[in-house]
């Protein structure tokens, strides 16, 4: 039966036998958390804590807790919590606060009062549900189109449903006005005013891919994950579903890309001495491989160009 996609979304990924029910997501997809890239990351994380004089770090949507191993190896003095929809992972240092969430758009009751904290949501939006609506020549007695919502059944085949609710079509004549297919973001506003809220000092931090309200994506961004290949988006449980966030959406002080931001923190290092190969050549490759990751992580095509969205919470 076909339903709204922030239904079948929702249920594909978080459901009894979704999608984060069964499977890790780096056997699926590489991401900064990755082998090899993750340390580049903790060390933007801790530079910023350090910045704004910060000693707790939480890493929301922490997938296996690699960053924040990262961030306890460059931070030993810094608490950190992870907020994870999946079971504590064996092996985690025992230092290392975990507490389970629901999933989505949803945050733990427990998650709140947070003082002296950096708040990270590293590829948490993205993977949040929302509504996926198409325009369509609106009744002679309505002056706009009318913005209606796109149904999906297991297969993957969509029909166009009833117009969308009146809070919805608001959002997308305000932030997404041309176009045919919307993803309308209200439902990963309002999760992110959510985290907002359980602060009560300290930088929030949402880091994704995005787009601005002047180069939306024309036919949208829904994508589907599964073995390292990008495949057809199916809510049936069986692929990661991800869509790009409207980040000038979203509350903030500051939205910065990737790359211009580890430029300003000084994480950018200079190519390593070719006199140091025959001196010591463990630095020497030690040099070259983390030059190699802040490289990867900096592309302006890749990673470089993900969004940080930053919000100063006091």
Do not use: K
């Not at 198409?134 to 009833?162: H, Y």
């Not at 057809?232 to 000038?248: R, W, Y």
């Not at 040099?287 to 990867?296: F, G, I």
Request: aromatic share 6%.
């Amino acid at each position: 039966m076909a339903r709204p996609w922030i239904e079948a979304w929702h249920d594909a990924l978080y459901g009894t036998d979704g999608f984060y029910a069964r499977e890790a997501p780096h056997a699926h997809f590489s991401t900064s958390t990755s082998p090899g890239l993750v340390d580049v990351l903790a060390a933007a994380v801790v530079a910023l804590m350090r910045r704004e004089g910060l000693d707790h770090f939480v890493d929301v949507a922490a997938g296996g807790g690699e960053l924040a191993c990262a961030v306890s190896a460059l931070a030993p003095d810094r608490d950190i919590t992870c907020v994870e929809v999946r079971p504590r992972p064996e092996g985690l240092p025992e230092w290392i606060r975990w507490v389970r969430s629901p999933g989505g758009a949803g945050l733990p009751d427990g998650l709140r009062g947070l003082t002296s904290s950096l708040v990270l949501a590293h590829e948490w939006l993205d993977n949040v549900p929302c509504t996926i609506a198409t325009r369509r020549p609106a009744p002679p007695q309505l002056r706009d189109c009318e913005v209606v919502a796109v149904l999906v059944d297991r297969s993957g085949a969509e029909s166009v449903g009833d117009p969308v609710a009146p809070e919805d079509a608001a959002w997308a004549r305000q932030w997404w006005p041309d176009g045919e297919r919307i993803e309308i973001g209200r439902a990963r506003d309002d999760a992110w005013t959510d985290l907002l809220s359980r602060i009560e000092d300290g930088l929030a931090v949402a880091v994704d891919y995005g787009h601005l309200r002047e180069a939306r994506p024309q036919d949208g961004s829904l994508t589907a994950y599964s073995r390292g290949a990008v495949v057809d988006p199916v809510p049936d449980g069986s692929c990661d579903l991800t869509a790009h966030v409207a980040v000038d959406s979203l509350t903030h002080d500051r939205l910065i890309t990737q790359r211009e931001l580890f430029t300003e923190l000084g994480l950018i290092p200079d190519a390593p001495d070719h006199g140091l190969a025959r001196t010591d050549p463990a630095a020497y490759l030690h040099a070259l491989a983390h030059r190699s990751a802040v490289t990867a992580l900096t592309n302006s095509a890749g990673p470089g160009g993900f969004w940080w969205v930053l919000r100063r919470v006091s």
